[in-house]
């Protein structure tokens, strides 16, 4: 290794803002186990699955509709 290297010349990483957020949240079982099943069928990992319909639902402004009974 090198005593001190030359940045001078660096570019910024492109990819920084692409960055995830690491987060808890609280997912009934049935609804990662459905998610699971379909990463089974994609070869997609289930959490890159919730994250792209996540993010899929915030692109098209999709809101849940919800319905509070008695």
Known sequence: MRK?????KSIRNPY???LKKAISI????????YFKKL????GIPYQNLM???????A???LKPSLVWQK
Do not use: M, V
Request: proline share 3%.
């Open 51 to 57: 994250n792209h319909y996540l993010a899929d639902c």
């Open 26 to 33: 609280r997912i009934d079982p049935d609804t990662i186990d």
């Open 39 to 42: 990463a089974e069928q994609t």
């Open 16 to 18: 920084t803002r692409k």
């Open 59 to 61: 692109a098209k402004h």
């Open 4 to 8: 001190e290297y030359d940045f001078s």
